[in-house]
């Protein structure tokens, strides 16, 4: 068995998610390597979500009755668990949403709708790269095409970095939002927060950081970003389905205004007009995702509990090691980094002239999970002239085994086809 540095002891881990366990495809036990679509459970979480509805089902904030008062103190204490795990300065600066794509729109229609000094429009320009996620890309398509804003973009490296080389033409002083991942989705790459940060404040531009990829696998702490929204989802990080979040500062979400109308986010409203609550609720319109809320809050204190720096440097290592293997494959083109450092665990690659579905067919036959296509970033595939790619992408009960099965099925994919 390989024996890595700084691993977690994935074998007490892997027990608390009862997935990992499942046996397909004749007996094969399932080699999880899709975490960058989705993670896994564990059964905390799960226990969480039933406790929930079997104890505690009630909507929330007006009800004076035992169970809406603690379906409540669930859902509020939620928000408190996340505003703690991404070290916001206010619990009110932290809004419940449905994922990180409805977390980017909202951003994106509160700016269309905005008063000066925020408002998008002809005048000004809205600031994105090359490598982001379709839900990064299309809500400023939609605002550019809506305000006449200018929209541009950073382009990529041949090594899957951003380039920066022309930021000072890129970012200038119409630019009204950058926008841009903290961690590639498709490539791994970790983008230089600072310098892009550094340049939007130079001139008055606001910043909203994807953090999808990058808040289920390292310390995210928003005050050390200095971005003005953050936005990332919970199913990526041990959570449920169905919520996300997006975090604000203070001042912005005082002085912008909602996206959606509706219950929760009125003071009072009359047939004439109407005034709106303090955030967060002025941003969540509706019955919100209350028992995804309580999934959430106990999949933070899961990965508290293990541990934000130990997690990175789990994830490292595996991919650090996952990175030397595939390299050893005859005809593998890894899409990005080519090495471990200033890259998340994501790894997507190509397999010589073998179609990305082919092989993740093949791989699944042998129990291997791997996500292929464009990752909803095709932009990315464009640029480096492929149809799609393989992506492995791992998480803190990956092993090192696990990578030793997918090269393993690698090879078998090329004997297969010749």
């Known amino acids: 068995m390989t024996q890595l540095p700084g691993l977690l002891d994935t074998e007490a881990i892997r027990k608390d998610f009862p997935i990992l366990d499942r046996q397909i495809h ?27 509805y079997e104890r505690h089902n009630a909507n929330v904030h007006r009800g004076v009755h035992v169970l809406a008062e603690e379906a409540t103190a669930l859902y509020e204490g939620a928000r408190d668990k996340v505003a703690a795990f991404i070290n916001a300065p206010s619990r009110d600066e932290v809004i419940f949403t449905k994922n990180a794509s409805e977390s980017l729109n909202l951003v994106a229609n509160m700016l269309g709708w905005a008063d000066e000094p925020y408002r998008v ?33 950073f382009g990529i ?27 590639s989705n498709i490539m791994g790459t970790v983008n230089p927060v600072e310098t892009i940060i550094r340049r ?17 696998h390292m310390v995210l702490d928003v ?43 009125i003071e009072t409203v009359s047939m004439h007009s109407s005034t709106y609550a303090p955030a967060p609720h002025k941003f969540e319109a509706g019955t919100p995702p209350i028992a995804q809320a309580v999934g959430l809050g106990a999949a933070v204190d899961y990965l508290t509990s293990i541990g934000m720096d130990n997690i990175a440097v789990h994830e490292h290592a595996i991919t650090e090691y996952a990175v030397k293997r595939l390299l050893e494959v ?42 292929v296509g464009h990752h909803c970033a095709r932009p990315v595939c464009l ?8 992506r492995a992408s791992f998480y803190l009960y990956s092993t090192p085994a696990e990578v030793d099965a997918l090269v393993e099925g690698l090879e078998h994919v090329r004997n297969f086809f010749g």
Not at 26 to 52: E, F, I
């Open 26 to 52: 004749d007996g094969k036990k399932v080699v999880y390597l899709d975490n960058a679509a989705t993670s896994q459970k564990p059964r905390q979480v799960l226990d969480a979500l039933n406790a929930y």
């Open 121 to 153: 429009d002809r005048e000004t320009e809205i600031v994105i790269t090359e490598m982001e996620h379709h839900s990064n890309i299309v809500p400023w398509q939609l605002l550019s095409q809506r305000t006449g804003a200018k929209l541009k973009w």
């Open 157 to 183: 490296t041949d090594d899957g970095r951003l380039d920066l080389s022309n930021i000072e033409e890129v970012i200038t002083e119409q630019t009204k939002i950058v926008s841009f991942t903290l961690v």
């Open 200 to 216: 939007a404040q130079e001139v008055g531009a606001l910043v909203c950081i994807d953090a999808s990829q990058a808040a289920p």
């Open 223 to 265: 005050q050390a970003l200095q971005a003005d929204f953050v936005a990332f989802t919970g199913h990526k990080m041990c959570g449920p389905t169905g919520i996300g979040v997006l975090w604000g500062r203070q001042e912005l979400l005082e002085d912008l205004p909602p996206f959606l109308g509706g219950g929760e986010m």
């Open 330 to 371: 005859p005809d593998l083109r890894i899409i990005g980094p080519s090495t471990a450092e200033d890259r998340g665990a994501t790894i997507s690659f190509t397999l010589g002239d073998i179609h990305p579905h082919d092989v993740g067919q093949v791989l699944d036959e042998q129990g291997i999970a791997v996500r």
């Open 383 to 390: 640029r480096y002239g492929i149809p799609a790619t393989t």
